[in-house]
């Protein structure tokens, strides 16, 4: 079975710009949380989305937004970004059947903002 | 809130020594407690968790884990050190009492393996 895959692996962009990354949950998986890493911060919690619908939201202002598709894919998407947004984004999937699901990560988008 | 700590951003270890990365969280529900590995360029890998039941959680690649809830820590241990565990390791808490899925991670710690 595929694992989850993150598109693209690797993007710089320009302060001001915005940036959408997609990830491809494995399949029949229908919840893709979301996690932005750096070394000042560590890993943060971005957000969850399940059957289209956010479900859990992190701490992040509300440049950061996402979005899932019946396909269970999702996107997030960044917009006017800042210099401090450069980072590791990992995606993350689960079954969600009910108690507890392992998430499974994909290998992450590294933005470069400049 | 729940909050997780590790002690140690970077432990060195000679190979075939033991492992002993330490992890103490905070979280006012019962937790759901994981350990992460990450090697470079990589995503996380689930090592091991803690959802209920046994508080001795055995993982993947030798490593293993105690739950011990009136220290309120997760240590993780290995009893021979590999050069190819040589990765970085994240603690991480998940509220047992919340719908979904959301975790808080320890800020890592970098493990070094010498010859």
């Known amino acids: 079975k595929a694992g989850v895959t993150q598109t693209p692996r690797y993007l710089i962009k320009t302060r001001g710009q915005q940036v959408t990354l997609s990830c491809s949950p494995i399949?029949?998986?229908?919840?893709v949380s979301w996690y932005q890493q750096t070394p000042g911060q560590g890993l943060q919690f971005l957000f969850e989305y399940f059957s289209e619908t956010q479900r859990n939201k992190g701490n992040f202002p509300g440049r950061f937004s996402g979005r899932q598709f019946s396909n269970s894919r999702s996107e997030m998407n960044v917009s006017t970004l800042e210099l401090g947004d450069s980072a590791l984004y990992l995606c993350a999937s689960s079954l969600d059947q009910g108690g507890y699901d392992e998430q499974y990560f994909g290998p992450g988008t590294r933005l470069t903002v400049t | 809130a729940q909050s997780v700590t590790q002690l140690g951003s970077h432990v060195s270890v000679s190979e075939g020594a033991l492992v002993l990365l330490r992890c103490n969280y905070s979280s006012s529900v019962p937790p759901y407690l994981f350990w992460y590995v990450q090697y470079p360029n990589q995503g996380l890998q689930l090592l091991l968790k803690?959802?209920?039941?046994?508080?001795l959680v055995k993982g993947i690649n030798g490593f293993e884990a105690e739950f011990k809830k009136s220290e309120t820590s997760f240590h993780l241990t290995k009893p021979s050190a590999h050069m190819s565990d040589a990765a970085e390791y994240f603690c991480?808490?998940?509220?047992?009492?919340?719908?979904?899925?959301?975790?808080?991670f320890g800020g890592g710690t970098r493990l070094m393996v010498k010859p």
């Open positions: 399949s029949g998986h229908r919840s």
């Open positions: 991480a808490v998940s509220d047992s009492f919340d719908a979904g899925n959301m975790l808080t």
């Open positions: 803690y959802t209920t039941g046994a508080t």
